[in-house]
């Protein structure tokens, strides 16, 4: 199957400061990449929608001031949280879609603000 | 508003003891349905896509079916390392590419 990388796999930062979270696709290009959330015991929650040079689209209720996302090249897509609070912890997983279905995932990045 | 609903939320097996996992869901209209496995701290890993009702796909001791409401993910003889969380997702037909996921069924297998 097709690969998709995220890095970092973890980080921890303080309160107040911001954090990149990078998604490549290893293996294919992808002009649309996806940003989930997921709290523990929960399912996946999409937060946008990034779009090979456009604006993301945000789902209802994320905050795109808070959450940047640039997907500058055909493999990589970066989530940036901004002025991270601990709220902000969580972690965060990036799909594309290799030229055809189905959608394959990034490892994940575990995000703790302390 | 396309709906996925996965049971039982939770599921302890002994080793080799065969069961089903269920995902029931209404869309308007299926492009695809997708089985994933996600293990703690890790992003999912694909393991099965179907399209029509009546398709099975099969890998290992898992076996996928599909019918026009739900969705089974089939565990024959399970071993401890199938423990993980199983998601099932699908994506309508249409212009979107957004996947709707289920809560997804904790599966333990003890040896």
């Known amino acids: 199957g097709a690969v998709v990388s995220q890095h970092p796999s973890w980080v921890i930062c303080k309160s107040g400061t911001s954090v990149k979270i990078e998604c490549r696709s290893l293996?294919?290009?992808?002009?649309?990449m996806f940003w989930y959330r997921q709290f523990p015991k929960q399912s996946l929650m999409l937060m946008a929608t990034?779009?090979?040079?456009?604006?993301?689209?945000?789902e209802q209720g994320v905050e795109k001031d808070k959450f940047l996302i640039n997907h500058a090249s055909l493999t990589l897509s970066t989530l940036t949280v901004t002025s991270a609070h601990p709220e902000d912890s969580s972690f965060y997983i990036c799909?594309?879609?290799?030229?055809?279905?189905?959608?394959?995932f990034g490892q994940g990045t575990r995000l703790t603000v302390v | 508003e396309d709906q996925v609903t996965q049971s039982p939320e939770a599921l302890r097996l002994q080793e080799g003891e065969s069961s089903s996992l269920n995902c029931s869901y209404t869309?308007?209209?299926?492009?695809?349905l997708f089985w994933y496995r996600q293990d703690p701290g890790k992003g999912p890993e694909f393991l099965f896509t179907?399209?029509?009702a009546g398709e099975e796909k099969e890998k290992e001791r898992l076996k996928a079916t599909l019918t026009k409401k739900e969705s089974f993910l089939h565990i024959t003889a399970p071993k401890p390392e199938d423990s993980a969380t199983y998601l099932c997702?699908?994506?309508?037909?249409?212009?979107?590419?957004?996947?709707?996921f289920g809560r997804g069924t904790s599966l333990i297998v003890h040896p």
């Open positions: 997702a699908v994506l309508p037909s249409g212009g979107s590419y957004i996947p709707t």
């Open positions: 869309v308007s209209g299926l492009r695809g």
């Open positions: 179907l399209y029509s």
């Open positions: 799909s594309a879609y290799p030229g055809g279905l189905p959608a394959f």
């Open positions: 990034s779009n090979e040079g456009s604006k993301a689209t945000y």
């Open positions: 293996d294919f290009q992808a002009t649309t």
